[in-house]
């Protein structure tokens, strides 16, 4: 359980019901996993954000988590504006990465593009 003091001011909320969703906007690449969320909210590299997730029909996790990607506006690529968060070493977090991991399977080793990469 995070201490009062360690959750961050700004949150942001994500449902990820749809396993094509958890695919586009799971970053696997990231040293503890990570998450891109669409949102047209303005956020600053290194900024400490809240992340209320909803995976599959599991319970609402919070995790706290960073910004280390943004998307500005949406691309050529079809890849939609809104910013990537880095889990933390948080014991929530690393359960959310099994979960999700869990929940990809061999999607997991898929080329396919992705919000991000």
């Known amino acids: 359980?995070?201490?009062?003091?360690?959750?961050?001011?700004?949150?942001?909320?994500?449902?990820?019901?749809?396993?094509?969703?958890l695919y586009n906007c799971y970053m696997p690449f990231l040293e503890h996993g990570g998450l891109f969320v669409p949102t047209d909210d303005v956020f600053s590299l290194g900024e400490d954000i809240l992340?209320?997730?909803?995976?599959a029909?599991?319970?609402?996790?919070?995790?706290?988590?960073?910004?280390?990607?943004?998307?500005?506006?949406?691309?050529?690529?079809?890849?939609?504006?809104?910013?990537?968060?880095?889990?933390?070493?948080?014991?929530?977090?690393l359960q959310a990465k099994n979960?999700?991991?869990a929940e990809l399977g061999p999607r997991l080793r898929s080329d396919r593009t992705t919000f991000t990469l």
């Not at 201490?3 to 969703?21: E, F, G, V």
């Not at 992340?51 to 995976?55: K, R, W, Y």
């Open 1 to 21: 359980m995070m201490n009062k003091k360690d959750i961050p001011a700004k949150m942001l909320a994500l449902q990820l019901k749809d396993p094509n969703l």
């Open 51 to 55: 992340l209320a997730v909803e995976i």
């Open 99 to 101: 979960l999700i991991e």
């Open 57 to 93: 029909d599991y319970p609402k996790r919070f995790l706290p988590t960073k910004v280390v990607w943004i998307n500005p506006a949406r691309t050529s690529a079809h890849r939609p504006k809104g910013v990537g968060l880095a889990f933390s070493e948080h014991e929530s977090c």
